[in-house]
């Protein structure tokens, strides 16, 4: 089968278009030829490396996926060839004692679709079958690959996690990328007022499309809490969705007395400074998260399947171009979601 492989961590130029040999599906698995994978930005995290990674080389990136079953591990039912599927990325034992509450994305054996394991950048992926979704007829393969992995780290952060109820006040830090626009339709479908931060008028217009209430910009409003301030009659917000991390600062100046701080990752850095008076003396709760539960992924993917939230694609590039379009997702000016065409 085709993929996109590197042989060692690096920067767009490790990434190569090769031939590998197509995986067979064990017991428990099935092989799926894909029609679409999805960018993310772990993508890009996995192919630079972190301390303490350790992939098989050559990796194949990509959590995102979207296809056909191809064929079956022995004794496998419930699959039948030629059925539309996507996939959950988050792999799980099934029998460790998160699994068993109900919350497999704390497993003890965790894994990650193009993470720690091979990914969807490839003309086939053998995945266990119990981490397959149906996807309705008419339904875009492209959509479904693109919703998958932001949409359940979404639903995951606010609704599992941050308990967001009818008539709270959010706050979503980004306005453009896919989990902040994941971020937003959740909130309004769960009857909340949403605010968003957008570096230009381009990102924030998107966002307006996407049924965001108010809009500031951080190109004209340096200091964005005292306006989150200010259209809040000096309340502040109670949710803030924070997934640059180097924000907080600004994020714990927005948040109400009460408030709570959802984030699931990091795009401006790692390790920064944070002043803690603001988290005790405001009284605010810091809730952490990464991914999602299988419960997680069926409830949001129905919603998509139901087009009551909506899955913008900003681009589709054809396999090859993988290199491309993970420069296009680095340099951060997508609306949406970048897809890779596995077939093309
Ligand atoms: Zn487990």
Redesign the pocket.
């Known amino acids: 089968m085709k993929a996109i492989l590197f042989h060692e961590h690096g920067g767009p130029e490790v990434l190569s278009f090769s031939e590998l040999e197509t995986p067979t599906p064990e017991p428990g698995e099935v092989l799926v030829r894909l029609q679409a994978a999805a960018l993310n930005r772990l993508d890009l995290w996995a192919r630079q490396g972190w301390p303490g990674l350790k992939l098989q080389l050559p990796h194949i990136p990509g959590a995102d996926g979207a296809g056909e079953v191809a064929a079956l591990g022995a004794g496998e039912e419930g699959w039948s060839a030629g059925e539309r599927v996507v996939i959950n990325s988050n792999l ?5 004692e ?2 068993l509450a109900g919350q ?1 994305n704390r ?4 894994e990650l679709l193009g993470e720690t394991r091979r990914g969807t950048y490839a003309e086939y992926i053998v995945v266990p079958a119990k981490n397959l979704l149906r996807v309705p007829d008419g339904f875009s393969l492209q959509s479904a690959a693109a919703a998958a992995l932001a949409y359940h780290t979404a639903w995951h952060s606010l609704i599992t996690r941050g308990g967001l109820q009818p008539g709270e006040t959010v706050l979503i830090v980004g306005a453009a990328g896919g989990v902040n626009t994941a971020s937003l339709q959740i909130a309004k479908l769960a009857g909340a007022v949403t605010y968003v931060v957008g570096s230009d008028a381009r990102k924030l217009d998107f966002a307006a499309s996407l049924g965001a209430d108010y809009l500031i910009d951080r190109s004209k409003e340096a200091n964005w809490a005292r306006t989150v301030f200010q259209l809040t009659n000096r309340r502040g917000v109670d949710v803030v969705v924070d997934n640059v991390g180097t924000t907080f600062p600004l994020s714990f100046r927005s948040a109400r007395k009460g408030g709570r701080i959802l984030t699931v990752g990091n795009t401006g850095g790692a390790v920064f400074e944070i002043d803690n008076r603001y988290i005790f003396s405001k009284h605010l709760s810091l809730i952490g998260s990464t991914m999602g539960t299988q419960h997680d992924f069926r409830r949001v993917m129905a919603l998509v399947f139901a087009g009551r939230l909506a899955v913008p694609v900003d681009r589709v590039y054809p396999l090859a171009e993988a290199r491309q379009a993970q420069e296009y997702l680095a340099a951060g000016e997508q609306l949406g979601k970048i897809v890779l065409d596995n077939q093309a």
Do not use: H, I, T, Y
């Open positions: 799980s034992c099934g029998v460790c998160a699994c497999d497993c003890s054996k965790w």
